[in-house]
């Protein structure tokens, strides 16, 4: 029987003493005289019930737009990683609750066509001098200021998060190469973190689902590039000969999800302390970053992925530079042209009424309570809007309002 290292000592829980810390919420969130669930809990049951989370189901995690049932979207992708890091949580006698929160909300504020989406979203922010975008801070944005649930009045309200699961978010990026993690001290302004990857979380709990979402993604990708037929059998052999080199007893029919998620959380689990952090054997994580660099070249980069982009790229321009053309007469101009382009604009008008001073009338008629972020007579703030907008899009619905733009 294997002995994992006992992590309970720095489990997020009442004893710890940054406990006060990863329970505070930005306002006191309104509740019921009994409710069994822990905070963190509750966060997760919020993030699942939001919008944003079931749009989740139609974006990209590396097939672009997959018609094909079985290959993974992103919504996919948070119950891999939620799957992973409750496993690890376990063994290691962590805080599952607040794994759970983390990886399920983690991804919610990613764009349409995955991180190209993200790239293409970065250069119409950075050509118009928009706030930066980068996914795992529009994660942060959209559990912070966009998703709402309504209250028991019926009132749309913020989700208002714990700081831990906030952290946990804005602090996930599984895309950075290190062998070691450890939690950081100072519980500081997220809005303060420059780019993804940066700064380590503030609980053991994000340190676990920032390196979940690497163990969840490496094996997934490869089943569904066999799934489109984009691995041939020559890449194939190269994968057996990183693999075997650490893992002999492996047979390339063997090489799935199951194997290598299994393979690397056991190494893992026993290799981490509290003393030394998060970490893997030296094999573990250089066969990990092996088949990372395979995937790389063999899968997002081929071709056919790389022929999408260019669409993906025209699709997202084309809606931003549409929509940034009504500005300044913005009502007038939605009014005239709601006939021509009735989903788009339908669903870009419900959004500036939502969240900007578009209709404020209005607003309080939907019972709208979430704060408003856009001051619209602003043309930045106005485009950060369309940003922001189409950064919540599904994959179907970005083509579907491209589509309408460009039909007669």
Known sequence: MTIFPDFSKVKMDNDNPKWEQAISRIEPI?????????????????????????RLKNKTQV??????????????HVTHVASVAETIAKLLNLNLDLVRAIAIGHDIGHAPFGHHGETVLQNIAEQN?????????????????????????????????????????????????????KPRNEAVDLYTIQKGGKLGAYTYEGCVVKISDKIGYIGRDIEDACTYGILTDKNLKE????????????????????????????????NSSTETGLCFSDDCYNVMNLIKKFNYKNIYYHPRILRFKKYATLVLETIFEKLSEYYPDIKGNITKEKQLYPKLLKEFEEWLIKYSDYNLALKTEKKLANKKIYNISEETDYKNAIIDFISGMSDNFAIDVYNELISF
């Open 63 to 76: 097939f672009f737009a997959p018609h094909n049932d079985h290959v993974c979207t992103r919504i996919e």
């Open 129 to 181: 001098n928009l706030h930066e975008f980068w996914h795992e801070n529009n994660s942060l944005r959209f559990i912070d200021k966009i998703e709402t649930l309504p209250d028991y009045d019926g009132v749309q309200q913020n989700l208002n998060l714990t700081y831990a699961v906030r952290d946990g978010i804005v602090c996930h990026c599984g895309e950075i190469d290190e062998r070691f993690i």
């Open 239 to 270: 994968l057996l000969d990183i693999v075997c080199t650490t893992y002999p007893d492996i047979k390339l029919s063997e090489i799935n999800t199951t194997v290598l998620i299994h393979k690397f959380i056991m190494d893992l689990c026993q």
């Open 30 to 54: 309104y509740s019921k005289p009994y409710d069994p669930r822990s905070p963190f809990e509750r966060d997760m049951q919020r993030i699942m019930h939001s919008q944003g989370y079931r």
